[in-house]
Nanobody
Framework: QVQLVESGGGLVQAGGSLRVSCAASGRHIHTYALGWFRQAPGKERESVAIISWRGSNTYYSDSVKGRFTISRDIAKNTVYLQMNTLKPEDTAVYYC??????????????WGQGTLVTVSP
């Protein structure tokens, strides 16, 4: 059983930065990819950034490429999402997820509870 606990969401002005974290626990966690998805009000959940279990492979959606950075600390079983140059359209609930690489909505094994990120104009 894998458990994911997010932290670090909040309110930030446009152009600002925020980092969200996800602490993972459970069997075989080191063999899984970890990722961040987000869901804005009235919209479908979408992939934001994914990182392979060793951290050697990453994926970013076009909307965040160049502004967000995903990383993981294997020793701490934690994945981070550094978000820079935030825009109001980044406002959403951000969910941590785990599953096989390449991680997609259809093959997520477990979700975190979500953390709200709000970007004001």
């Amino acid at each position: 059983q894998v458990q994911l606990v997010e932290s670090g969401g909040g309110l930030v002005q446009a152009g600002g930065s925020l980092r969200v974290s996800c602490a993972a626990s459970g069997r075989h966690i080191h063999t899984y990819a970890l990722g961040w998805f987000r869901q804005a009000p009235g919209k479908e959940r979408e992939s934001v950034a994914i990182i392979s279990w060793r951290g050697s492979n990453t994926y970013y959606s076009d909307s965040v490429k160049g502004r967000f950075t995903i990383s993981r600390d294997i020793a701490k079983n934690t994945v981070y999402l550094q978000m820079n140059t935030l825009k109001p359209e980044d406002t959403a609930v951000y969910y941590c997820a785990v599953g096989p690489w390449p991680l997609r909505l259809i093959n997520v094994n477990a979700w975190g509870q979500g953390t709200l990120v709000t970007v004001s104009p």
